[in-house]
């Protein structure tokens, strides 16, 4: 199903990306997890007293009882989302619309290659590459815990912390690569595959503002990723990860079929 | 057999853009010059042929194979020179072609290294640094590499300078006599002229013609009795002018060219 040549052009054409993107996490991440100590952690709670709109609306609260949950307030609502976010908006673009505008797909359409060939090769590169990003991301946290705080990371529950996220990037990415599939324009391309992701995110900031603006949360799918309530591993939470990754596979397999059946004025 | 068989293939553009109720076909072995101006629907036409368009009316076989159905089946023995060539700029001409012959699986019956000599193309350049004729010479050598049977040619030798053009168009005769079935597009008649033996002149979405080259020919010379003062000169001048001397009289011909028969299909919308 996969085109091993194909799939090794695209992984190294992500490479770049994967390494900008993994140097910003780390330094980000390793200096939130390295602000975890009773003055910092007063500190950023400080912050969050004196503009909780701001705070509240990138996923800040105060008041952490655990490293997880500080992770979980300060990088969960924000760095985590937005980093991986952008690849999925970059290389899903560049995987299948920027073939389709340059014209360069004829050189992947005209060889005996299934169409269903080509776009779960490219749809499998996005998925590394997101898989890739995040399995970085739960080393360099578990790592960077281990230096600044040694047992003070609940190694087992970071990990399903970050399956969820993995989940809402897969959907994400999912919905990018559709986007893809669907345009012959990058314009559009990365209008629809970009604009819906982060009007939600927007919507999500709103809610997390609360009072009014509260009831945003029902029409954004970042509502079903709810860090905390992974770390304390409550269905709801579980259940809301779970429909982002069925949602995922039902987005990547509705992009394989539109891009297999789709006219391509190449 | 036919080799290639397009029928009543329509697809309405709006506004008289497309193809409509086209139909042709060409046999193994033969060489079919697509001809017609810019926007008349070759290109349409040849996007159905690769299965990048569906046929929503009509349809397009190769090899007996359904275009859209079967299209990865049918590009196993196809090769395709696209009008708008377009590669993976971030790569260098040796690279790209790497990459296809992996991708194509091409393997060491590759013909890339006789073409590469035979257009005097170096291709390790990165693309995107490359002359558009370098650039066509690398998708010639790209669409031939695999050594197909059946070539679709959509304008090849744009961007060409003359010597390449005569060595390209030397080249297709060479694979005509290998068997390969050809079907190549153009708005240059001289491409067609010296590589086809069937011409289908496209006008406006429709066939106005098909016909072999020679018939096209014939029926457009016309012939001129010249009288001369003597025989010596009237032979003198039917040598100088490929013509025949009969006494005094040199008949001579002019044999318009396929530009000007192509005119006489296509003149009357332009003026």
Redesign the interface.
């Known amino acids: 199903m996969i ?4 799939y090794r ?1 695209e992984i190294k ?1 992500s490479l770049k990306l994967l390494i900008i993107l993994g140097a910003v996490m780390t330094m980000y991440v390793s200096i939130i997890i390295s602000m975890y100590d009773p003055e910092m952690a007063e500190l950023l709670d400080s912050y969050v007293e004196m503009m909780p709109e701001l705070m509240a609306a990138v996923g800040m609260t105060a008041g952490a009882q655990s490293l997880l949950e500080f992770m979980s307030s300060y990088l969960y609502g924000f760095i985590l989302l937005i980093f991986p976010m952008l690849f999925s908006i970059l290389r899903g673009n560049a995987l299948i619309c920027r073939y389709i505008e ?3 797909m ?10 269903r060939t080509i776009a779960f090769t490219q749809a499998a590169v996005l998925m590394s590459g997101i898989v890739l990003l995040l399995a970085y991301t739960t080393g360099l946290e578990i790592g960077c815990a281990r230096y600044y705080f040694p047992n003070e990371l609940d190694i087992e529950k970071l990990i399903f912390l970050n399956l969820g996220l993995l989940s809402l990037q897969l959907f994400i990415s999912g919905w990018c690569f559709l986007a893809s599939c669907f345009f012959s324009d990058a314009k559009y391309s990365i209008g629809v595959g970009a604009g819906v992701p982060v009007l939600m995110y927007v919507l999500q900031m709103l809610a997390n503002v609360g009072g009014k603006a509260e009831k945003a949360k029902y029409f954004t799918f970042f509502t079903l990723f709810q860090p905390d309530g992974i770390i304390a591993m409550e269905n709801q939470a579980l259940l809301g990860a779970g429909i982002l990754l069925a949602g995922a596979v039902l987005l990547y397999i509705a992009a394989i079929l539109v891009f297999s ?1 789709r ?4 | 057999m036919s080799m290639i068989e397009v029928e009543k293939l329509t697809r309405d553009y709006g506004a008289g853009k497309g193809v409509f109720d086209l139909s042709f076909s060409v046999e193994k072995g033969e060489a079919f010059g697509f001809l017609g101006p810019n926007g008349a629907g070759k290109t349409t036409t040849i ?1 159905h042929l ?5 046929c929503r009316s009509g349809s397009c076989r190769i090899g007996g194979r359904d275009c859209w159905k079967e ?3 049918i ?2 023995r ?1 090769g ?1 020179i ?1 009008g ?7 790569m260098t001409g040796t690279e790209f072609l790497r ?2 012959r ?4 091409v393997g060491v019956l590759s013909r890339e290294k006789e073409l590469l000599e035979y257009f005097e193309l170096n291709p390790d350049t990165k693309i995107r640094k490359m002359s558009k004729g370098m650039k066509q010479k690398l998708g010639i050598t ?1 669409a031939l590499m695999h050594d197909p049977a059946i070539l679709i040619l959509d304008e090849p030798t744009s961007g060409l300078d003359p010597l390449m053009q005569s060595r390209f168009i030397e080249l297709m005769q060479r694979e005509k006599q290998r068997g390969k079935t050809i079907l190549l597009s153009s708005h240059m008649f001289e491409e067609v002229e010296r590589t086809c033996d069937t011409i289908g002149i496209i006008r406006q979405g429709k066939l106005a013609e098909v016909d072999s080259v020679e018939n096209l020919r014939k029926r457009h010379v016309r012939s001129y009795t010249v009288t001369l003062e003597t025989e010596e000169l009237a032979e003198a001048f039917a040598r100088d002018f490929g013509g025949e001397a009969r006494g005094r009289e040199a008949v001579v011909f002019t044999r318009q060219s396929l530009e000007d028969i192509f005119m006489h299909y296509y003149g009357g919308e332009q003026k």
């Open positions: 085109q091993a040549s194909l052009r054409g340059k014209g360069s004829v050189y992947l359409t005209a060889a005996p290659v299934k169409r059946r006219d391509l004025y190449i | 996007r690769m299965g990048f368009l569906k299209r990865d089946e590009q196993r196809l395709y696209p708008e060539i377009s590669f993976f700029e971030d990459f296809l992996w991708y194509r699986n790209a």
